[in-house]
């Protein structure tokens, strides 16, 4: 079952921060960020559309340059940083969720990618739209579709889009849709996990994996469950 650092590792270090990848690519098997592209065409990683939440600074993220950015703390001495540089710190060690916040930015993400690709790689987006478009261009990644909210046949409209994966809120799992997911060829990977109860139904469940905002806690609660699961005797005289 997959781990996935939830922004990073959002409990451990200032989200979507350099500080929170490090931390969670510690104990996940990817680790994901969110993008948005400055003024100049930048992407860089922060959940929000403004910067307000964030960091010291107010406004737009697309009001800021990316060396405007870069004088803004986000947490903890930290600064937003750019997709190449969260591309160097993942290089050959974790694989990366991306997901993209704003339909129209998926060329310019997947131009930045293809330069330094990450071991693993997820394309992820709640726009349907979005989860094409990456698909056409970087064929060979897996791509995502998010959902939080009911969507009439999510299964559905993932295959329409050609995802890959299913992303549901974890409140949106059933048995019935992980049955069905798994017939349509879709894994399924909800978010956002982060007790040991919630990692428990998700064995359960048998779903393919899960994003946490603590990804150590995580593996320790999934690493603790498996200990736990009886092991069948050997059939007689079998290997």
Request: negative net charge; charged residues 25%.
């Amino acid at each position: 079952m997959l781990i996935i650092g939830h922004r990073g590792a959002r409990a451990l270090g200032p989200e979507n921060t350099l500080s929170a990848l490090r931390k969670g690519m510690a104990c996940a098997d990817l680790v994901e960020v969110d993008l948005r592209l400055t003024r100049d065409g930048i992407p860089v990683a922060i959940h929000d559309a403004t910067v307000d939440r964030t960091t010291n600074g107010v406004g737009p993220v697309k009001g800021y340059t990316v060396e405007d950015l870069a004088g803004l703390d986000a947490g903890e001495g930290e600064r937003i940083p750019t997709l190449q540089e969260i591309l160097g710190l993942v290089h050959s060690k974790t694989g990366l969720v991306v997901e993209i916040k704003e339909p129209g930015t998926e060329a310019i993400v997947v131009s930045a990618l293809m330069e330094m690709m990450p071991e693993r790689l997820f394309l992820v987006s709640f726009h349907p739209g979005s989860v094409a478009t990456m698909k056409n261009l970087l064929p060979g990644a897996q791509t995502g579709l998010i959902y939080s909210e009911a969507t009439g046949d999510p299964i559905a409209l993932a295959r329409s889009v050609q995802a890959d994966l299913l992303l549901p809120r974890w409140d949106r799992v059933s048995h019935e849709l992980v049955e069905r997911a798994h017939a349509a060829g879709l894994l399924v990977v909800p978010w956002v996990l982060n007790t040991e109860d919630d990692i428990r139904e998700a064995l359960r469940l048998s779903i393919d994996g899960f994003s946490s905002d603590d990804p150590c806690a995580a593996r320790r609660y999934l690493e603790g469950l498996a200990a736990e699961r009886p092991v069948r005797p050997a059939s007689p005289g079998g290997a």
